[in-house]
């Protein structure tokens, strides 16, 4: 999703508690803009990131907290 007007650099950028701390396998999400949640990946924080409405991104993390989503 594009989200014009967001300027991602003054997120402040947090990693993931589901992230496996040590592998690199991480991921960083901003909570700065009330609409959107933007997300990256913490290996390359100067490279793109996915932006998700704030809504959808609510409901995916309850369904991981739930077991909801199989690997």
Known sequence: MRSPGIDL???SWRKSS????GAGNCIEVAHDFPAVIPVRDS????GPALV????????FVAAVKGGRLKG
């Open 43 to 46: 290996k390359a924080p100067h």
């Open 18 to 21: 589901y992230s496996d701390g």
């Open 52 to 59: 998700f409405p704030a809504d959808s991104w609510a409901s």
């Open 9 to 11: 650099r003054v997120a």
